[in-house]
């Protein structure tokens, strides 16, 4: 990166960070540092939703999830609009009214301590994990810049998170992430306006959508009903809405986010903003994903996106037989040069024989290209056995990085260390709000002062996210870190959200029940995800009835106990 990028990105991250420490002073007890005293506007708890799900995994990985596979991905959030208006009817009056610091508390009152204790746990285990995978993500992006380790990054963006998460408390994270947000939507509509302005002069907005379309990349609606595809209309609108409404009704990273509103009303209003504005905007990230695809049509692109692995290949034993591909691979670029001559031009005149032929060409030359770059991944398995061979999120980084002017890289690069800094820092302070209210204070410290348990809240805070930067040193060998993210939180969600709505709507099923019915269908989602039955968003909504039939049926067999006769 240039001086001038260095400038905008220090400039950038500096400004974030001295604006969550000014708006966080005198936090004096436990409700400011967990709650931030519940003062929160609905536009600061609706930007501090989006911030918190919208990580930097979002910003690396749609994009290179819309160059790979095209716009099915944004089905994944269509349940999510539908999931805002429920959890705004049900969900957040309950937990207002009972004024929790977590969700789980409710749990308790509901059932009992052991269906409280086991909850918390799930949340803790698949939040603690998905966190260390959204500090990896950034980490990229210094190793590749700076040509250094990925461990060495991962442990300084880890440090920097962790000490900033640790004095802020949820204040300073919500106001930071309002600014973060604001920043990410101005870079974002820069971003595609810029990829845009570097398409071929000939070539614009709806050129490029329709050589996208030809492509097949353009595929957002899929009303296929197979429960092997994992992005359909209706793994969206069922699965999905499962899975949002458990992420955003029972994980406390987002449950903590709206418990912050002034009142019932800044609660959903927030809420319901980022039903509107989150399916619009990963649309827009997978979009740009697109609209890089049809750049690199024009352009040469890399055979293999991280430059890191190519590198050492280009040292290795194998550099002659990687020259040699990268030649043929100049070949079929200049190919495909002249039939999007071709097709453009048919395009125009609306030629549909001619639309064919050349779609044909360029589909049959980019089956060529994918067998080139599976030649190049060989070479890089046989030139490192412990070789990261999954580029997908580091397509964006690396045309940001080698395409815009001077300036925009680094603010681009900063947006997606801002997104992984707002989600991390949340997702750390739920993981340290649920270890003190659910576990220290429930079972350790009952009685102790606000002195002590703001002190307990810092040290939880500070052991979650030594933790989850261990996480983040393995995370490497999750592939798509996006789809790795919401793999993990169907493991998991289903079961708990079956646990809240048993806990809201089926008043008959006892504690015990409930107990043993979620402990069992975990074990169940965990069976079936891995004999690889259903596509992973099914899990959400199998997991969430098998908590209630399991329930339903125990509570039946505990209830004809009791009526046998004593000896």
């Not at 609706?46 to 994009?63: E, H, N, R, Y």
């Not at 269908?521 to 690889?532: D, L, P, R």
């Amino acid at each position: 990166m240039s001086t001038t990028d260095w400038i905008v990105l220090f400039t950038t991250l500096l400004l974030i960070v001295a604006y969550g420490i000014y708006k966080s002073r005198n936090i004096k007890n436990i409700n400011g540092y967990l709650l931030g005293d519940k003062s929160l506007s609905w536009y600061t708890v609706g930007f501090s939703v989006m911030a918190t799900q919208a990580s930097a995994i979002t910003f690396l990985s749609a994009p290179g999830l819309g160059y790979s596979s095209g716009m099915s991905f944004v089905q994944f959030y269509f349940g999510l609009p539908l999931a805002m208006i429920v959890l705004c009817i049900t969900f957040v009056p309950i937990f207002q009214k009972l004024n929790v610091y977590t969700a789980y508390e409710f749990l308790e009152q509901r059932f009992d301590v052991n269906t409280r204790a086991l909850t918390a746990f799930l949340f803790l285990i698949q939040r603690g994990i998905s966190t260390g995978i959204t500090i990896f993500a950034p980490s990229i992006i210094l190793s590749t810049i700076l040509h250094i380790d990925v461990t060495l990054t991962t442990l300084l963006i880890g440090s920097i998170v962790i000490i900033y998460t640790v004095y802020g408390g949820t204040k300073a994270v919500s106001y930071t992430q309002l600014l973060q947000m604001s920043i990410i939507f101005g870079g974002l509509l820069a971003a595609g306006i810029m990829v845009i302005y570097l398409l071929p002069a000939n070539i614009g907005f709806s050129e490029a959508l329709q050589i996208a379309g030809k492509s097949g990349k353009t595929n957002a609606i899929d009303f296929s009903f197979d429960l092997d595809n994992q992005y359909t209309v209706w793994t969206g609108l069922i699965g999905g809405f499962f899975l949002q409404l458990s992420y955003f009704g029972t994980d406390q990273s987002q449950v903590g986010r709206y418990l912050t509103g002034a009142s019932v009303r800044e609660s959903r209003l927030g809420l319901l903003m980022n039903g509107l504005l989150k399916v619009p905007m990963q649309f827009c990230i997978l979009l740009i994903g697109v609209l890089v695809f049809v750049y690199y049509q024009f352009n040469t692109a890399p055979l293999f996106f991280n430059s890191q692995e190519t590198y050492k290949l280009e040292q290795s034993i194998y550099a002659n037989d990687y020259n040699n591909i990268l030649k043929e691979q100049e070949k079929l670029s200049a190919a495909k040069k002249i039939t999007l001559a071709e097709l453009t031009q048919a395009i125009s005149s609306d030629n549909t024989p001619a639309i064919d032929e050349s779609r044909n060409t360029i589909q049959d030359l980019n089956n060529k290209g994918e067998k080139l770059r599976e030649e190049v991944i060989t070479l890089i398995k046989k030139n490192d056995q412990k070789a990261d061979t999954n580029d997908n999120n580091y397509i964006f980084l690396h045309f940001v990085t080698t395409t815009f002017p001077k300036g925009f890289i680094g603010l681009l690069i900063a947006i997606i260390m801002l997104a992984s800094m707002g989600a991390t820092a949340s997702a750390i302070n739920s993981l340290a709000s649920t270890s003190v209210i659910d576990i220290y204070k429930r079972f350790i410290s009952k009685n102790g002062t606000e002195a002590m348990d703001l002190k307990a809240s810092r040290l939880f805070t500070l052991v979650w996210g030594v933790f989850t930067v261990i996480i983040a040193l393995y995370a490497n060998k999750l592939g798509n870190l996006l789809e790795a993210v919401n793999i993990l939180g169907s493991l998991f969600y289903g079961t708990i959200l079956g646990i809240f709505l048993v806990a809201f709507y089926l008043k008959n099923i006892g504690g015990k029940a409930v107990f043993w019915a979620a402990v069992l269908s975990e074990v169940g989602v965990f069976a079936i995800w891995k004999m690889n039955i259903v596509a992973f968003l099914w899990l959400n909504l199998i997991g969430c009835i098998l908590v209630i039939l399991l329930g339903l049926m125990l509570q039946i067999f505990i209830n004809s106990r009791k009526k046998l006769p004593s000896n």
